[in-house]
C-alpha cells in the first residue's frame, strides 16, 4: 500500500497548456503539501491544506490552483504553463510537527 | 530570516570514508528533521531532533542539534554505495508543519 501516491509520474507538455496532478494519502493526515524541487534540487513549499482548508500559499502565481476535495486528497492544476514551470513536484503529508511522508513525484517537463 | 543553510553542496568519498553534512539558521529552531532522497527518488524521513544538544544515532549515521538550537551536523561512519544520495536539513514549523528545506547535500560514494 502507497502511503502518498501522486500520479502521473512524467508529464510532458507544451507551453500555454493547462494540465493537473493528483495526490492521494492513505495515513489519516490532517494537512498535505505541495513541494516543488527545481533542476538545482532546492525543495520549496507551495502550498498547505489542513482538513480542505488553505493554510499556506506561498507566494506562487495564480496560475497554480490547488485543491482540496477532502483530507486524503490535494490535487494541483496548472493554468497556462510556462518553460519555467518545468520541474519535479511532491506532494507530502503529515500530522503537524511530525515527519512528512512523500510522494513519487511528478516530473513536469514544458516544451 | 527563514533559510536554513547548509554545506558542503557536493561530497565525493571513498567507500570506507567518513562524511558530515552540516546546517545553520540565524533563528532558533523548534526542531530539525532530516530526509534523504536517492537518485531519482524522493525525499524519506530519517530522523527529528527537538531538544538541545540533543543527540541521535541510526546504525552509522550520527544526528546532532546544536546547544543553541541553530545548527544541526549529520555524520555518516564508513560510508557505503547505498549512501549515495542527497541528504536534506529541514527546518520544521511547530503550528503549520511547514518544512524549510536547507540546499541539500548531495553524496557520492566511490567503491
Known amino acids: 500500500d502507497t502511503a502518498v501516491s501522486q500520479t502521473p509520474k512524467y508529464l510532458v507538455t507544451q507551453m500555454g497548456n493547462d494540465k493537473s496532478i493528483k495526490c492521494e494519502q492513505n495515513l489519516g493526515h490532517d494537512t498535505m503539501y505541495w513541494y516543488k524541487q527545481d533542476s538545482k534540487k532546492f525543495l520549496k513549499i507551495m502550498f498547505s491544506?489542513?482538513?480542505?482548508?488553505?493554510?499556506i500559499n506561498e507566494t506562487v502565481p495564480n496560475r497554480f490552483s490547488p485543491k482540496s476535495p477532502d483530507k486524503a486528497h490535494l490535487n494541483l492544476h496548472i493554468n497556462s504553463l510556462e518553460l519555467g514551470d518545468s520541474a519535479v513536484y511532491f506532494c507530502a503529508s503529515s500530522q503537524v510537527s511530525t515527519e512528512a511522508f512523500f510522494g513519487q513525484g511528478t516530473r513536469l517537463t514544458v516544451v | 530570516g527563514q533559510q536554513v543553510m547548509q554545506i558542503p553542496q557536493y561530497q565525493h568519498v571513498q567507500e570506507g570514508e567518513d562524511f558530515t553534512t552540516y546546517c545553520n539558521s540565524s533563528t532558533t529552531l523548534s526542531n530539525i528533521q532530516w530526509y534523504k532522497q536517492r537518485p531519482g527518488g524522493h525525499p524519506v524521513f530519517l530522523i527529528q531532533?527537538?531538544?538541545?544538544?540533543e543527540v541521535k544515532k541510526q546504525k552509522r549515521l550520527t544526528f546532532q542539534f546544536g546547544e543553541a538550537k541553530k545548527n544541526s551536523s549529520l555524520h555518516i561512519t564508513a560510508t557505503q554505495t547505498t549512501d549515495v544520495g542527497t541528504y536534506f536539513c529541514a527546518k520544521g514549523s511547530s503550528n503549520t508543519g511547514k518544512l524549510i528545506f536547507g540546499q541539500g547535500t548531495t553524496l557520492q560514494v566511490k567503491p
Open positions: 531532533l527537538v531538544k538541545s544538544g
Open positions: 491544506y489542513n482538513n480542505k482548508e488553505l493554510i
